[in-house]
């Protein structure tokens, strides 16, 4: 896992240098043109790709500080800074929309004429190829190790293209009709920077609050733990997020209530084996459910339970059964979704289970599982 860490960081390192390189001469050029033609479409579109090489170096930056080896502070890693470093590069393509918005609302109020040349034509249209390929694929590389910032990148570099196009086209427009729609293009500019910035911080900020990971990713889990022997279901996964490929995960298993702690013990080592050898997750925690193995009648009593408890739509899951029938106890987990509050759920299944069960006392828990759609 260490050497595939180190492959993931030298390709984020080597894909950022490459954009970097890009940009600049990319910036070089277009602002050599925006200058000798007096556009300040193009001017905007090489300051655009002056913070794109700033982005880059920043997630350079992330990358090497995220890849520190953990410490007495920070025992899981550093792998988070990740997604400061995103939220970093967000801000600085937010800034410079707003810089381009008031430089061009300036060239809409106090017009200047641009001047285009043969070879300046040429230049802008090697820039929108150049980007067009600079941008997918440094979104491919993102793809490939799982780094926002370098997808965001990859991404914004293709918005990029499309923006460089325009200013090309408006261009063309003008050597063929005179009509110059230079800052109106520039504010057009502007303003998908401006969009493309908001939604990288959006993204970056679920990352960083937390966020339901993928159900293909956490269905593939709970497929691997109930194929271990014994296992009846996996329930109440939670899978915490330490940085790209740094996570780490509690679960409850269903067992039958005839397992020795031995035995127990020994399945839950193989549950963790397993996951992490499949998936790269670390099972942080595993606890138990047990199951009635010995009593027909607590099968019946479970059934009847849970087509009570799944009549109401805000009810998504029900789990963890058992049925201590000398002692008349019963207990289950259900999960609600987000539309009700806990205990108010909580409050409306006692009163149910205590009117059709009079004899029995309940012990219902509220679950949290972001595996399961609520």
Known sequence: MQAKGQNREHIIIRTSVIGIVANLLLA???????????????????????????????????????????????????????????????????????????????????????????????????????????????????????????TASGTDALFDAVISLSVLISALLFLATGISLEAYVGVVISVVIIKSGIGMMIETLHEILGQRMDAAFTNRVKEILASLPEVRGAYDLIIYNYGPNKNLASVHLELPDTMSVREVDALTRLAEEKVYRETGVILAGVGVYSYNTRDDAAARLRDDIRKRVLQHDWVVQMHGFYVQEEEKKIRFDVVLNFVIPPQKGLDILYREMREAYPGYCFQIAPDIDASVTA
């Open 28 to 150: 070089g050029f277009k602002a050599a043109v925006g200058l000798s033609v007096h556009s300040i479409a193009v001017l905007l579109d090489a300051v655009n790709n002056l913070s794109d090489a700033m982005s880059s170096i920043i997630t350079i930056v992330g990358t090497r500080l995220a890849a520190r080896l953990p410490d007495k502070k920070h025992p899981l890693g550093h792998g988070r800074i990740e997604y400061l470093s995103a939220l970093v590069v967000a801000g600085i393509v937010f800034y410079a929309g707003i810089t381009s918005a008031v430089e061009s609302v300036k060239k809409i109020i106090e017009p200047e004429a641009a001047d285009y040349s043969l070879t300046s034509l040429i230049i802008l249209a090697a820039a929108v190829l150049v980007k067009w390929l600079l941008g997918r694929y440094v979104r491919r590389q993102g793809e490939r190790v799982q780094c926002g910032a370098l």
